[in-house]
C-alpha cells in the first residue's frame, strides 16, 4: 500500500510520501509534453492554419501560465519549504499576467473576423495623411496627433495595448503591497507577521482576485458576446468559447477553499491553488 502522509500539507517537513511523488512524476512528465507541443507549433507557425492564431502570444500566455502550474503541483511535496512569498507572486503575477495574455489571445478570433469583413466593406484603400506641423507643439496639437496615431492603431494593438496597461497596473500594485506588508518581509509598515497558513489569507491578495475577476467574469464575457455570430470551418469559436468557460469557476472555488473550514480537510491534499491549475483555460492546437 502506498504511503500517505496522514498530516497531508501541514506547513511540515516535507512530504516525500505516494501522492507527493506522484505530483512530481506528473508535473515533469506533463511539461516534456508541453514543451513539445510548444516547440512542433512554433516550428509550424508558418502553416496558414497557425499564421492567423498569433503564435508568439499564445506560446507566451500559455508559459506564463505554466510557470504557475509546475510551482502550485509542488507545494504538496515541498510542504513547509514552499514560502508564502513565493505563493504571492505565483498568485498575483504569474496567474493574472497568463489570463491576461490569453485573453488578449483569444481576441485574435474576433480581429481575424472583424479584417475579413472590412475587406469586403471598405470603402477606402488608402489613409489619409495629415500633415505633420512644425516645432513642438501645444497641447491640442499633441491630443490631435495622438487621436489620429490611436485610429490607425489596428484592433490587435489596440487589444495588446489594453493587456499590456493592466499587467503594468497588476504588477505595480503587488509590488509595493509585497513590500509594506510585514507578512512577507521584516521592513513592511503595515499589518504583522503571521503564521506560514494565516499569510495566504488577508487583504494583500486583494489584486490577484480582482485581476482575475476582471479578465474572466469582464473581458472573457465581452469576447464571447462578440463572436457569437462568427462561423468558422476550424471550431475556433467553439475552442474559444470553452476555454473562456472553463476559466469561469476558478477564482470563486479558490477563495472557497481559503476562506471556508469546510474545505480543511480537502485543502490537506488539493491546496487551494490548484483549483486554479485544473480550471485555468487550455487552448486546443488545430
Not at 119 to 126: N, Y
Not at 160 to 170: A, R, W
Not at 190 to 209: A, F, I, M, Q
Amino acid at each position: 500500500m502506498v504511503y500517505l502522509n496522514p498530516g497531508g500539507f501541514d506547513f511540515g517537513s516535507e512530504n516525500l510520501d505516494g501522492y507527493g511523488i506522484s505530483n512530481i512524476v506528473f508535473i515533469v512528465i506533463y511539461s516534456l509534453f508541453f514543451y513539445s507541443a510548444c516547440f512542433f507549433t512554433w516550428m509550424y507557425r508558418k502553416h496558414p492554419v497557425l499564421r492567423m492564431r498569433n503564435v508568439p502570444l499564445m506560446l507566451l500566455s500559455l508559459l506564463t501560465m505554466h510557470v504557475f502550474t509546475f510551482a502550485v503541483m509542488i507545494v504538496y511535496t515541498m510542504n513547509g519549504a514552499f514560502p508564502c512569498q513565493v505563493e504571492y507572486w505565483c498568485m498575483c503575477l504569474y496567474l493574472p499576467i497568463g489570463i491576461g495574455l490569453y485573453q488578449a489571445y483569444n481576441q485574435q478570433l474576433l480581429i481575424v473576423s472583424r479584417g475579413q469583413a472590412a475587406l469586403i466593406t471598405k470603402d477606402e484603400l488608402f489613409k489619409p495623411i495629415f500633415p505633420k506641423g512644425k516645432g513642438f507643439g501645444g497641447p491640442k496639437y499633441w491630443a490631435f496627433r495622438f487621436k489620429v496615431w490611436w485610429q490607425g492603431v489596428s484592433s490587435k494593438g489596440k487589444y495588446e495595448g489594453f493587456v499590456l496597461i493592466g499587467i503594468v497596473i497588476q504588477f505595480t500594485v503587488s509590488f509595493i503591497i509585497y513590500n509594506i506588508s510585514r507578512k512577507f518581509n521584516h521592513y513592511g509598515i503595515v499589518d504583522h507577521h503571521t503564521s506560514p497558513g494565516l499569510c495566504r489569507r488577508g487583504w494583500e491578495w486583494v489584486p490577484t482576485v480582482v485581476w482575475q475577476f476582471a479578465w474572466n467574469y469582464i473581458f472573457g464575457p465581452y469576447l464571447l458576446w462578440n463572436i457569437r455570430m462568427i462561423k468558422d470551418i476550424y471550431h475556433w469559436r467553439l475552442q474559444t468559447t470553452l476555454a473562456i468557460i472553463a476559466g469561469l469557476p476558478g477564482a470563486p472555488i479558490w477563495l472557497a477553499a481559503v476562506y471556508s473550514d469546510k474545505f480543511a480537510p480537502v485543502n490537506k491534499y488539493w491546496l487551494p491553488a490548484m483549483w486554479s491549475v485544473t480550471l485555468q483555460p487550455h487552448e486546443k492546437q488545430p
